[in-house]
């Protein structure tokens, strides 16, 4: 997906509204003896909504918390989920090169 294509994406929808919404007032928890390569990121209700696996790259979504509501508030299909999760991930928490990936199975691991 070009840059193009994804700031239409951002023209026509309001999917950074959404996007603050959804990660606003996130409580990030690192646990390096245990989980050395993760990052985890929760809501205020206390639930996952994003692991980062930062030996990997890969960037997981909580299906359920995050991937659906873009899917059933815009209608976006799974790459446009997750390129714009790309776009917006790395520019608002800094993180480069990230892979998003959309899970059920959000736990520690």
Same mark, same amino acid.
């Given at each position: ?5 994804? !700031? ?11 996007f603050h919404t959804l990660t606003k007032n996130?409580v990030v928890k690192i646990d390096e003896k ?7 990121? $929760? /809501?205020?209700? /206390?639930?996952?909504? $994003? ?8 960037f997981w979504c909580n299906y359920k918390l ?7 508030? $815009? ?6 989920? !997750? ?27």
């Amino acid at each position: 997906m070009n840059k193009i294509y994804l !700031k239409e994406l951002y023209l026509t929808y309001p999917i950074m509204d959404l996007f603050h919404t959804l990660t606003k007032n996130l409580v990030v928890k690192i646990d390096e003896k245990e989980y050395p390569n993760w990052i985890y990121y $929760f /809501n205020k209700e /206390n639930k996952i909504i $994003f692991e980062y696996n930062t030996k990997n790259g890969y960037f997981w979504c909580n299906y359920k918390l995050y991937w659906s509501i873009f899917y059933e508030k $815009f209608g976006f299909n799974y790459n446009q989920i !997750k390129y714009l999760t790309k776009d917006m991930v790395e520019n608002h928490f800094k993180l480069g090169g990230i892979t998003p990936q959309m899970s059920t199975l959000i736990h520690l691991h």
